[in-house]
């Protein structure tokens, strides 16, 4: 259908990209409003958490944003080192704030949804706590991006950054459950895995595709700014050399 | 109307609910119109920087870019 | 040695922060003296390689037939040798100013042992990146810091275990595991990075 590697071409990336914004736009929009109607008015509140449960339809796919998009960065990161394909650092680049925006949101959905249930806008939760770890990895590669000015450099100094970062993941994920159950206190209400009612995962799932939807108009937007950002360095040079 | 007023109450939660939804949803949109807000400048900057490049040339000014 | 004087520093300050309670400081001592070791080890990061930079032998470094691998895992040595080393030699004595439980003391020393020089590992890898940078440290910690996270857990950890009878082996292996994936690793992906620095 498409031809992948002909896109790593940044001119044959706009008109495929422009061409597909729109329709991906409209998709979005749709799953946005089916999601929203599902999660405020057809889903029933929880039976224990009542109607707190709903914060539920937007912290998760935050949540899942987050994790979503470092692993599309680590990727692109990946690529561009590997095979210097000219769009993955790119790529990188765009979707960072995309990843830290959402990894805020998870947080800030998450005390929203804590204080309620737990009686605390933050608990030292597992959880909580490699997000709060993932939104700093986050900061540290946007930093370098921006300390850095020299565009090559930039790029794969926050490539190696990025993929350090993905192998630290796992493990700093692992080290913080263990540090948790350590300390975990008992009175904690589990919210995770398949207790959750079927009636609530059909409003989940829709708002999940319907944020990655906006992830990849978003992404599409961010990219081709950062391609134009490019190529207007490259005339600037250009023109200054004379 | 009642059931307006209840649907906003969420069951008592409407503190909670509330403020997760419309926090989503500033962000989201803040971010959308920021990309592109950028992504249009970019456009004008390599609209004017591609017809600076074209009759500088056949001025042979030299251009402070 | 002023990474020690760093190291001592910042742990009297927590009494004065805490209080000098015995039994709170005995609670929190592991955690403290490795949250001081983390940051003595991060502050003399940006002169890993800051210096040979400036003077042009990092250049030489990288011409020479010696792998820059190779370079790096030197470099990473001789950062624990400066740094690590001496943390580990002095964490005792701050183990007896917080009250620390004699069983305890083995641990620390071993964790510490096998938990610094991951330190250094993943520590150079932020030093390698941020070499070229003008005033990179504070970006350097940001860059560091959060990848320290597991050894500190693993690290405070083993103590916290051997102090409730557990005997802290489990979070010694994880330690060790944790060494065993860095030392691979970093010195990879600190040549790269220095690679890239001076093209």
Known sequence: ?????????????????????????????????????????????????????????????????????????????????????????????AAAPIGASFTLLALATGALWGQPMWGTWWVWDARLTSVLILFFLYLGYMAIWQAIDDYTRAAKSAAILALVGFVNVPIIKFSVDWWNTLHQPASVLRLDGPSIHPTLLTPLFVMIAAFTGYFIVLLLIRLEREILARQAQTLRRAQARG | ?????????????????????????????????????????????LELLAERRGSGETAGTGNDA | ML????????VTLFPLGVGP??????????????????????????????VDFEDGSLDQLALAPLPLELVA??????????TGLPLLVI??????????????????????????????LVGAIGAALTVGIRRGGVLLSLLVLPLYIPVLIFGVGAIDAALVGLGGNAHLLVLAAILLIALPLAPWAVAGALRLNLE
Not at chain 1, 1 to 29: C, D, E, G, Q, Y
Not at chain 1, 79 to 90: C, D, M, N, R, T
Not at chain 2, 3 to 11: E, H, W
Not at chain 3, 21 to 44: F, N, Q
């Open chain 1, 1 to 93: 259908m498409v031809n992948w590697h002909r896109l790593a071409n940044p001119k044959l990336f706009l008109t495929w990209s422009r061409r597909v914004l729109p329709w991906a736009a409209v998709i979005t929009a749709l799953l946005l409003a089916v999601g929203l109607y599902l999660s405020l008015f057809v889903a029933p509140p929880d039976y224990q958490q009542g109607d707190t449960v709903r914060i539920m339809f937007v912290h998760v796919p935050s949540a899942w944003m987050a994790l979503f998009t470092y692993t599309v960065m680590a990727g692109a990161s990946a690529a561009g080192l590997i095979w210097k394909s000219p769009l993955s650092h790119l790529t990188a680049k």
């Open chain 2, 1 to 45: 109307m009642e059931s307006a007023v209840q649907f906003l109450d969420m069951g008592g939660y409407a503190l909670f609910v509330w403020p997760a939804f419309i926090m989503v949803a500033i962000v989201m949109t803040a971010l959308l119109i920021w990309s592109w807000r950028d992504l249009r400048r970019e456009r004008q900057t």
């Open chain 3, 91 to 120: 964490s005792p004595l701050l183990g007896i100013l917080l009250n620390l439980s004699g069983e305890a003391y083995g641990t620390l020393l071993l964790a510490m042992a096998i938990g610094t020089p991951s330190l250094s």
């Open chain 3, 21 to 50: 309670e015995a039994s709170v400081l005995r609670r929190i001592a592991p955690g403290v003296i490795w949250v001081s070791a983390l940051l003595a080890a991060m502050l003399s990061l940006d002169r890993l390689f800051q």
């Open chain 3, 73 to 82: 895992a030197a470099k990473c040595l001789a950062h624990w040798l400066s």
């Open chain 3, 3 to 10: 990474v020690v004087v760093f190291f001592v520093l910042t």
